[in-house]
């Protein structure tokens, strides 16, 4: 069965702060793994999308990183600012464009 | 470029009622997406429209789940009847259209619209 498991559930930083969060999928065959940011109200924001031959991709303060061979993958917030208090999905797509998406890591940054 | 637009943003019913959000998904997008996320879960998907055609219905609970997709462009979800376990926000998203790069399948999501079933 296709899953993706994200750690922490939650984390508390505090402003300007680094934190990583953790996506670990067992989705087979795999195609692309997208990390999506959701504030509150809102919908999902893709964030970074990364395919089989890439193990780093960045955006700004945020860079994922991904390692296909032990099917994890890291989202790296460097410097974080109150604004980036939001929930953080990891989504894997593997045959047929299936999309496993995980369920999510609430991020609070504290001022 | 006009994001997704759903409406209506919040509905309160109670169970047994019937209920139905619409979905305007961005301009030239083939492929559209209902989810619906319980609280503290992931988006779960509900149906995968491409134009106006059923891709992936696997997930939709038929015997009360609905929905379909007008010509190709706009797209209403209902339920009828409600059950108390329902209650969620249904998220719709749109992307360019499937079978190509990884870039143009981007989904574009929705507000959503986040409904309490009484």
């Known amino acids: 069965k296709n899953q993706v498991e994200q750690s922490p559930q939650s984390l508390i930083i505090l402003e300007g702060k680094n934190c990583t969060l953790q996506?670990?999928?067992?989705?087979?065959?795999?195609?692309?793994l997208r990390w999506y940011k959701q504030d509150t109200g809102r919908g999902p924001v893709s964030l970074t999308i990364m395919t089989f031959s890439e193990n780093t991709k960045s955006n700004g303060r945020y860079t994922a990183t991904l390692d296909a061979d032990t099917k994890q993958s890291s989202l790296h917030i460097t410097a974080s600012q109150l604004s980036d208090s939001a929930s953080y999905i990891c989504v894997v797509s593997g045959s047929a464009r299936q999309l496993t998406f995980g369920s999510g890591t609430q991020l609070t940054v504290l001022p | 470029e006009a994001g997704v637009a759903q409406s209506p943003r919040y509905k309160i019913i109670e169970k047994r009622q019937s209920v139905a959000f619409w979905c305007n998904p961005i301009?030239?997008?083939?492929?559209l997406y209902w989810y619906q996320q319980i609280l503290g879960q992931g988006p779960k998907l509900l149906i995968q429209f491409q134009n106006n055609g059923v891709v992936d219905d696997s997930q939709l609970p038929k015997d009360r789940f609905s929905a379909e997709r007008l010509k190709g462009v706009d797209s209403t979800l209902k339920i009828q009847p409600a059950k108390l376990e329902d209650s969620a926000v249904y998220l719709c998203a749109s992307s360019l259209e499937l079978g190509r790069k990884p870039l143009q399948e981007t989904q574009y999501f929705g507000p959503g619209t986040r409904l309490l079933v009484l």
């Open positions: 996506c670990n999928y067992t989705v087979s065959p795999f195609s692309n």
């Open positions: 301009s030239g997008h083939a492929t």
